[in-house]
T-cell receptor, first 113, second 118 residues
């Protein structure tokens, strides 16, 4: 069974600063995929970024980057130049098998002006 | 439509009542997923369809939960004899490709149905 751990229930960041959201995972699979999703108050889950276990470079998508440390089994999300609209719930997830995603408990991010 | 649509947005049910939750995926999307999200938790997988075939229902918590997608587009999640522990947000997601499409995380989620069982 796979497991995702997000140890930060909540985080604050000042507008325009960078913030790191932690995620560690546990799996015995050699091939796996890691994801980050954003869930604003509207409830919709929004895909942010993907990292494959065999990808040599850390994934980046605009202001989002994934700090992938395979030996430590961590996949932290870095958001640069935080904006007020980044305030939301953030979930780390891992692909299990070929279909389903297993999610962590999430981290609430609040951006302060 | 432009995105995944779920209805109703909110549902209040009395304990023991049957409920039906609807999901309209993005047109042409082959894969459809249902997730259950309890308050303050991450979503948990319930079931998966590829077109009309239900390929994985391992996450359904009991035989009171039933999902269908008869024509490979709209899906309905039905919960019989609802109990208080069924209170949660039920999320639907779709993906263009069959198995493997989800590997790239390209799941498009709806806003969910918030079910409250009194």
């Amino acid at each position: 069974a796979q497991k995702i751990t997000q140890t930060q229930p909540g985080m604050f960041v000042q507008e325009k600063e960078a913030v790191t959201l932690d995620c560690t995972y546990d799996t015995s699979d050699q091939s796996y995929g890691l994801f980050w999703y954003k869930q604003p108050s509207s409830g919709e889950m929004i895909f942010l970024i993907y990292q494959g276990s065999y990808d040599e470079q850390n994934a980046t998508e605009g202001r989002y980057s994934l700090n992938f440390q395979k030996a430590r089994k961590s996949a932290n999300l870095v958001i640069s130049a935080s904006q007020l609209g980044d305030s939301a719930m953030y979930f780390c997830a891992m692909r299990e098998g070929r279909d389903k995603l297993v999610f962590g408990a999430g981290t609430i991010l609040r951006v302060k002006s | 439509g432009a995105g995944v649509s779920q209805s109703p947005r909110y549902k209040v049910a009395k304990r023991g009542q049957d409920v039906a939750l609807r999901c309209d995926p993005i047109s042409g999307h082959v894969s459809l997923f249902w997730y259950q999200q309890a308050l303050g938790q991450g979503p948990e997988f319930l079931t998966y369809f590829q077109n009309e075939a239900q390929l994985d229902k391992s996450g359904l918590p009991s035989d009171r939960f039933f999902a269908e997608r008869p024509e490979g587009s709209v899906s309905t999640l039905k919960i019989q004899r609802t109990q208080q522990e069924d209170s949660a947000v039920y999320l639907c997601a779709s993906s263009l490709r069959p198995r493997g499409g989800a590997a790239k995380g390209k799941l498009f989620f709806g806003s969910g149905t918030q079910l409250s069982v009194l």
